[in-house]
């Protein structure tokens, strides 16, 4: 598998596992906790990831990083989203400045 499939594999798991719902399944639990739930794992993954990077530990700060990149796909499958909805969004950036993209928005967002 190329390392480019690996998201959308990761997602269709979490996908499954939304609809088999199989006990002991901590994306099951994830789901069952709400969107509440799940944005403060987001949260607690992202400072996670911050604080790894910050100690400069490589292996450490890429654990982390699959840590935040797990539980966004699982806040975006609760969210009703898949990844193609991202990748469009990232796919019409592409070209434009990272500045200028953002003042288009009205400069309020974070990214």
């Not at 399944?25 to 604080?51: F, H, M, N, P």
């Not at 910050?54 to 990844?83: C, K, N, Y």
């Amino acid at each position: 598998m190329g390392e480019a499939e690996i998201l959308d594999r990761l997602f269709r798991v979490i996908e499954t596992r939304r609809r088999e719902r199989p006990e002991g399944s901590y994306v099951v639990q994830l789901l069952d906790g709400g969107l509440e739930a799940i944005a403060a794992k987001v949260r607690e993954e992202a400072e996670e990831t911050i604080e790894a990077a910050a100690g400069s530990d490589g292996d450490h700060t890429a654990r982390e990083v699959a840590d935040l990149l797990f539980h966004t796909w699982v806040l975006l499958a609760a969210s009703g989203l898949e990844p193609r909805d991202v990748y469009g969004v990232l796919e019409e950036r592409f070209g434009i400045g990272g500045l200028d993209e953002k003042a288009a928005r009205g400069g309020s967002d974070a990214g």
